[in-house]
């Protein structure tokens, strides 16, 4: 077994300024060990999502660098954005990937929660990681953006988990998370009729009373109507499960599912749950792919 | 891009001396870069299957190692054994793996010819590396066993394609091939009734008329009747395809497939085409992978 692999997200206040971002990823680049996955850079949010992976120490490290570029290159005071954010380093979720547990990953933003409440940052826990019940929804943490942070700062309910209990108007505040692989799933229907994808949205979602850790909602694509989802657990609610949901409500509203697109990464391990689903296999795990075996770099030679 | 993979499933006429045995996959353990996936010895029939993988001149120095140490360790003359074998390295399949095609693997078999016909093994290719349609298929070269080659050496029909045109009894020849990755997939029926099984994997295997790249055995397993698949061209008839006709012959002989089995390992491609075939994904490649990101040796670490 190797060590533990996890995904680090955070989200940071800057979107327009390609030398300002390079500059903030480029110390994730310097950490060794560290694979950058994806960059999103959103010029009308004035706001970029990094992705990047590696063992612990490298993303504990990685985490570290870009909370003092952040803290370095931007100033939440002169910054603007139609994105609500509460600071320079708005939000930041761990993941946990191969080999890890939640429980690791919850681990692993604590001690970046410390390691940024160093530099400056008052941190709040969420997800996973969260301290208390009412701080484990992001948007409870970040309501009101930084004017609602700082107005909440006297509450002892909303004390910082880490870092000073005042807010430095030029940095602001982070949220730190651990939460699990998020997978955005989407089904196309064989209609225009953006309503049919809206209603089946509803049924499907969480919050309509439909499958757990997924949110959903309609949208009108191509000429097509699309069933957007957030399959928020995979292990919860996986593909297979979400998809035979939005084709049976599909089916009760007259329509069907045309085809569906995976947008970014998913986890081999939601891949093997879906041939696991369909082929009804008795067993498939990681260990049964060749490229597992191929690649792992601590798989012995020989037998 | 890195180096095209390939695995090789040489086969040799030991299944029981645990010593020798190990001398000989030692010859591959001792180059740097393989990697050693299986190693299955039957002493009944007194053969071994070694499965191991890794790029083209690491698998070729292995391949002339192995053959090496077969010569070294084991004499035909005194091996017996329920297999019909005509060589100490008796064949010696070369599969392209990740980033080869099966030219790729043509051009593999012949080295790996040229340099076993130079240790002095008549050398037969077969498979997609043959030169002959006559001699594609492997029970047609060896056809007899060691007896049956003996007899057709004169025959310029069946002339070595590499090597000495003369036998060594020691020694014996060898069937060099290149083709597809091989799957061992399995489904169980909920009856005990073996003859069903029997029925099932005859209208699905291709020499039956069935599906292309498939051959089929009904057996009786635990108390279910199994059918037992080699899907010897994944690219031809993959996996759902194969079991969408298992469950249809099956359902026309009034029962149905219970769970079903993947013996060893499956390339991840043969996994994303269940995925893609079922969820009725508009594209997936191993790129959506995660893992695949995480561990490309060459992927770029930033973006």
Redesign the interface.
Known sequence: MHSP?F?AVPNFSEGKDGTKISRI?GAV?AVPG??????HSDPDHNRSVLTF?GEEEAVLSGATGLAKACSDELDLASQSGEHPRMGVLDVFPFVP??GATMEDAVRLAHRAGESLGRLGFPVFLYGSAATAPHRRVLPDIRRGGYEGVASRLEDSRWKPDYGPETLDPHKGAVAVGARP?LIAFNAYLNTDDVEIAREVARQVRESGGGLPAVRALGFGVGGKAQVSMNLTDFERTP??VA?QAVRSAAADLGVS??????V?????EA??Q??R????????E?H??????????S?????
């Open positions: 692999l995904e990823t680049d560290l694979r950058v996955l994806g960059l992976a990937l191969e692989f593909i297979p998809l599912v045309e085809s569906t697109e995976l970014g990464l998913a986890p081999l891949i093997l879906a041939a689903f369909y082929l009804g296999l008795r067993e498939l990681a049964h792919v060749l490229e597992t075996r191929l690649y792992d770099p798989g012995n030679r020989s037998l």
